[in-house]
Nanobody
């Protein structure tokens, strides 16, 4: 009953930045843990970053120091600021909501449709 809509993806050069947004509707946003996953062609869906309802965060090791997850509960929106992008960051990025921040996709209750991030070299 929660709808999640990602936006902000696109084509960027290596070393550049993008800011992804995930807008939630249908339920109260503030009580959910939120996460970003990504999936490249032929690869498994991979946990990227998560944020608890109270603001604590957790990141994939390879994006620490480059990506920042944040949330604005008043706007029912979670963000992923991505800096110093690398070609290996290219993927479809998905927003997810659940009761915990875990790296396993099956533990999340709601998913967006994804937004494409392409990084050129």
């Amino acid at each position: 009953q929660v709808q999640l809509v990602e936006s902000g993806g696109g084509l960027v050069q290596a070393g550049g930045s993008l800011r992804l947004s995930c807008a939630a509707s249908g339920r109260t946003f503030s009580g959910y843990a939120m996460a970003w996953f990504r999936q490249a062609p032929g690869k498994e869906r991979e946990f990227v970053a998560g944020i608890w309802s109270y603001g604590s965060t957790f990141y994939l090791e390879s994006v620490k120091g480059r990506f920042t997850i944040s949330r604005d509960n008043a706007k029912n929106t979670v963000y992923l600021q991505m800096n110093s992008l690398k070609p290996e960051d290219a993927a479809v990025y998905y927003c997810a909501a659940g009761n915990r921040i875990l790296i396993t996709p099956r533990t999340y209750d709601y998913w967006g449709q994804g937004t494409q991030v392409t990084v050129s070299s």
